[in-house]
C-alpha cells in the first residue's frame, strides 16, 4: 500500500505532530500542500488530508491544494485535524473538505480530530487554551486510527 499524508500544520505544530504518528503507522511520508505535486497522488493507494482548524474551517493552503487537483480519479482519504474547541455538531467543521474531496473522486472512509494547544483570539490574552494537547493519549488514538486504516486497506 502507497500512502501520503498532506499536511499544513503553522501554529504550533500540533497537527505536524498526529501527521507524523499516522505516518509511521502507514509508512507514509507527511508532506506540506506545496510539496506535492497533485499528478503524484495518482500513484497512493491511500491519501490523508490534514491542517489546524481556523476559524472553523481546515488551513488556506490544505483548501487551496485540494481545489487545485483534477477531477476523475477514485483513491481512498481520510480527512484530519486539531483544534482548540471540539467540533460543533450542529457545523462540523470536516463536512466541507470531505465533501471538496469527494467531489474530486476521492471516497473518504473516515475522519479524525483532536484538540490542539491554540492562542487564537480570544484564548491568546489567557495564554492559551490546551497547552498539553495533543497529548500522549491523542497520539495514541491517532496511532489506533491509523491502524485501523491500515487494517481496512489490507
Request: charged share 25%; proline share 7%; hydrophobic share 40%.
Given at each position: 500500500?502507497?500512502?501520503?499524508?498532506?499536511?499544513?500544520?503553522?501554529?504550533?505544530?500540533?497537527?505536524?505532530?498526529?501527521?507524523?504518528?499516522?505516518?509511521?503507522?502507514?509508512?507514509?511520508?507527511?508532506?506540506?500542500?506545496?510539496?506535492?505535486?497533485?499528478a503524484?497522488l495518482s500513484?497512493?493507494?491511500?491519501?490523508?488530508?490534514?491542517?489546524?482548524?481556523?476559524s472553523?474551517?481546515?488551513?488556506?493552503?490544505?483548501?487551496?491544494?485540494?481545489?487545485s487537483?483534477?477531477?476523475?480519479?477514485?483513491?481512498r482519504?481520510?480527512?484530519?485535524?486539531?483544534?482548540?474547541?471540539?467540533?460543533?455538531?450542529?457545523r462540523?467543521?470536516?463536512?466541507?473538505?470531505v465533501?471538496?474531496?469527494?467531489?474530486?473522486?476521492?471516497?473518504?472512509?473516515?475522519v479524525?480530530?483532536?484538540?490542539?494547544?491554540?492562542?487564537?483570539?480570544?484564548?491568546?490574552?489567557?495564554?492559551?487554551?490546551?497547552?498539553?494537547?495533543?497529548?500522549?493519549g491523542?497520539?495514541?488514538?491517532?496511532?489506533?486510527?491509523?491502524?485501523?486504516?491500515?487494517?481496512?486497506?489490507?
Amino acid at each position: 500500500m502507497k500512502a501520503v499524508i498532506v499536511c499544513a500544520s503553522v501554529s504550533h505544530g500540533n497537527t505536524k505532530r498526529i501527521a507524523d504518528v499516522m505516518g509511521r503507522v502507514l509508512s507514509a511520508p507527511v508532506v506540506e500542500p506545496e510539496q506535492l505535486d497533485p499528478a503524484e497522488l495518482s500513484a497512493c493507494d491511500l491519501v490523508g488530508f490534514g491542517s489546524g482548524i481556523f476559524s472553523g474551517k481546515f488551513h488556506p493552503r490544505l483548501l487551496q491544494f485540494v481545489r487545485s487537483l483534477p477531477e476523475g480519479e477514485r483513491r481512498r482519504a481520510f480527512v484530519f485535524a486539531t483544534s482548540g474547541l471540539p467540533e460543533p455538531r450542529w457545523r462540523p467543521f470536516s463536512r466541507p473538505l470531505v465533501g471538496l474531496l469527494e467531489q474530486k473522486g476521492f471516497e473518504v472512509g473516515d475522519v479524525f480530530s483532536c484538540r490542539g494547544f491554540d492562542t487564537w483570539l480570544p484564548f491568546k490574552l489567557v495564554g492559551g487554551i490546551n497547552r498539553t494537547r495533543p497529548d500522549t493519549g491523542d497520539l495514541a488514538t491517532a496511532q489506533a486510527f491509523a491502524q485501523g486504516l491500515s487494517g481496512r486497506l489490507r
